[in-house]
Structures are given as C-alpha cells and as structure tokens.
C-alpha cells in the first residue's frame, strides 16, 4: 500500500488525499508527504492508522517529515500506531481544549473510557457537547455491529479555536458498507450501498423497513443532517465509492432529506479500494442549533422516510 499526504487534505479537498492512495500489498506500506507545511484531517490520520494496524513495524515504511507542521503528526500519536520514530522532539503540551489524539477503540469498555475522557477536554458547552457524544459513539457502534474488523475503529478529533469547529475522522479496516448491507440489502456496487445506508430505516441487521427494536437505520442519516444543519462537511469512503456532503447554502431552505441524492453532494465511483469504511465530520460549534429541537426535526424525517419505504416495498401491483 502507498499513501500520500499532501499540502492540504481537509474534507472539502479530500480527493486530494484519496488520488494519493494506492491499495497495492495490504502485507506492507509506505508513506510519503508534501515538504514546507501539512495541513491534515483527523480522517487521514485514522486511515493510516487503521492501515497499519496488524501490520508488523518492518513492513511500514515512512518518509522523513521535513514540513514545519509535522509535528502535529507526531503530537496526534501517528508514528506511535506506525511503531516507528519520527526523530521529532516536541514540547507535550497539555491537549485540552485543542485536540483528541488517535485512539483504538475496540470494544465498548474502550468506547466509554473514550467518551469518558474526551469530553472534559473539549471544554464546550453542553448544547455543543451532545452531537459530539452521539456522533462518536453511533460511528464506533456502527463498526462493533456492522464492521467485522478484528482491530476496532480509529478515532480521533482536533478542535480549531478560529473557526470554532471540531473535525472528526474515525476508520476501520473491515468488512466494509456494501458486504454489511448485502446481507439483507444487495446493492449493485459500493456508491449504491453508501446512499442506501445514509437512507433512514436501512440497516444490515434486517430487511424490514424501519430496521428494528435495537438498530433502527438511521445513525447515519441523522450523523449527516447534524452536518447538514450546521452547513459542514461530511465523507463517507467505503470500497471503491465516496459520498461527500457539501456545505448548505445560506440561502438554502432547512429541509431534511431521506434521499441522499436530494442533498446537495459530491460522489465518486472509481475511488481506490478502501477495504472498511472510512467517515470524517465538520462541526461548527457556534452555529450548532439545539440539540434537542434538532432532533424533532430528524425524527419526523425518518418517520416520514420509513412510512413512505414500507409503502412502496408492501405495495401490491394493480391489474386492469
């Protein structure tokens, strides 16, 4: 396998980062980067790691990071994961406040520790602090549930004073959005299995509309209208498909869609093969509405969605 980090590769360019992955020999890896400066998503950060997760330090190979903001690679606990050293020395300020660094979180003792632990370091409101919390442990449930990866999900998050936005990126290694899906949702290729998941009232866990008692569907779609709502960002990269969600449009009404198709979006089909799934989230944290009134508005959406699917699925043809 081969990775490249550009100059920059947040989500609003993250095909920058994709165009730079080779799959190649999942046994080894390398990994390359831009020179001057680096300006990195959390989401790249946990695909590396979930990559070589497994892999012995031998088979992981890393360029010398000559970019002055490298060291923001080591402080997030990269090269920890990659088993190797930087050979950068850095003063470890205390990360309250400012960042999550990675993190393995591979069963749900280690989710609660987790969650435990992350939200005193964000310092934020309790208004704020509720979509992170859901957001974090319905994406790391999702990989107990749904992933089948011996290694977990990779976590991590970093906190941006100026913009007063979190970025969130979480990755696992396993079995990946379609493969989970057809178990009870065949799909012709990955981009469909991707849109089909973030439709509410889908799930793997059965093919009933509507999903059931324990796994109603709707984790994703809900992860996405929070985007939504907050005009941010938010990829999904699973297979060789990418759904990426676009900022709204000031402009823009406030509809909640339970067609993915309907959001205003960006997709790729031919992406390198990224075995697993692979979610990164832009939260703006002074435009985020309450928490609670932006619920109401998601459930009427995914009522309404599974009303209408139950519909269409248990309609009977009419013959004249």
Same mark, same amino acid.
């Given at each position: 396998?081969?990775?490249?980090?550009?100059?920059?590769?947040?989500?609003?360019?993250?095909?920058?980062?994709?165009?730079?992955?080779?799959?190649?020999?999942?046994?080894?890896?390398?990994?390359?980067?831009?020179?001057?400066?680096?300006?990195?998503?959390?989401?790249?950060?946990?695909?590396?790691?979930?990559?070589?997760?497994?892999?012995?330090?031998?088979?992981?190979?890393?360029?010398?990071?000559?970019?002055?903001?490298?060291?923001?690679?080591?402080?997030?606990?990269?090269?920890?994961?990659?088993?190797?050293?930087?050979?950068?020395?850095?003063?470890?300020?205390?990360?309250?406040?400012?960042?999550?660094?990675?993190?393995?979180?591979?069963?749900?003792?280690?989710?609660?520790?987790?969650?435990?632990?992350?939200?005193?370091?964000?310092?934020?409101?309790?208004?704020?602090?509720?979509?992170?919390?859901?957001?974090?442990?319905?994406?790391?449930?999702?990989?107990?549930?749904?992933?089948?990866?011996?290694?977990?999900?990779?976590?991590?998050?970093?906190?941006?004073?100026?913009?007063?936005?979190?970025?969130?990126?979480?990755?696992?290694?396993? %079995? =990946? +959005?379609?493969? &989970? @899906?057809?178990?009870?949702?065949?799909?012709?290729?990955? *981009?469909?299995? !991707?849109?089909?998941?973030?439709?509410?009232?889908?799930?793997?866990?059965?093919?009933?509309?509507?999903?059931?008692?324990?796994?109603?569907?709707?984790?994703?779609?809900?992860?996405?209208?929070?985007?939504?709502?907050?005009?941010?960002?938010?990829?999904?990269?699973?297979?060789?498909?990418?759904?990426?969600?676009?900022?709204?449009?000031?402009?823009?009404?406030?509809?909640?869609?339970?067609?993915?198709?309907?959001?205003?979006?960006?997709?790729?089909?031919?992406?390198?093969?990224?075995?697993?799934?692979? %979610? =990164? +989230?832009?939260? &703006? @944290?002074?435009?985020?509405?309450?928490?609670?009134?932006? *619920?109401?508005? !998601?459930?009427?959406?995914?009522?309404?969605?599974?009303?209408?699917?139950?519909?269409?699925?248990?309609?009977?043809?009419?013959?004249?």
């Amino acid at each position: 396998m081969k990775l490249h980090l550009p100059h920059g590769a947040f989500l609003g360019n993250f095909d920058q980062f994709i165009q730079g992955f080779d799959p190649g020999d999942h046994k080894k890896i390398s990994i390359t980067a831009a020179d001057r400066w680096l300006w990195i998503h959390p989401l790249c950060l946990s695909m590396i790691a979930a990559l070589a997760s497994g892999l012995e330090a031998k088979n992981i190979r890393c360029q010398k990071i000559t970019a002055k903001s490298g060291h923001y690679l080591e402080r997030m606990g990269l090269f920890k994961f990659l088993g190797i050293k930087s050979g950068m020395r850095i003063s470890r300020h205390d990360p309250s406040g400012r960042f999550i660094p990675l993190t393995q979180i591979k069963n749900s003792t280690d989710l609660t520790k987790f969650i435990t632990e992350m939200i005193p370091l964000l310092h934020l409101q309790p208004k704020q602090v509720e979509p992170i919390r859901y957001i974090v442990s319905e994406l790391v449930r999702n990989v107990f549930e749904h992933a089948a990866s011996t290694q977990g999900a990779f976590v991590c998050a970093q906190y941006y004073a100026r913009s007063n936005t979190i970025r969130i990126g979480i990755a696992d290694t396993g %079995i =990946g +959005i379609r493969e &989970s @899906l057809g178990r009870s949702w065949p799909t012709a290729n990955d *981009l469909e299995a !991707i849109e089909l998941a973030l439709t509410p009232g889908i799930t793997g866990a059965t093919s009933r509309a509507g999903g059931t008692a324990l796994n109603a569907g709707a984790g994703l779609f809900f992860i996405k209208s929070i985007a939504y709502t907050n005009r941010n960002f938010f990829i999904i990269y699973s297979g060789a498909a990418m759904y990426k969600l676009l900022k709204k449009k000031l402009s823009d009404p406030l509809i909640l869609h339970a067609n993915p198709h309907l959001d205003r979006h960006s997709e790729n089909k031919n992406a390198p093969k990224w075995q697993g799934a692979a %979610i =990164g +989230i832009d939260i &703006s @944290l002074d435009s985020t509405s309450e928490f609670t009134a932006l *619920l109401d508005l !998601i459930r009427n959406t995914y009522s309404r969605a599974v009303k209408e699917r139950k519909e269409q699925q248990f309609k009977k043809p009419k013959f004249i």
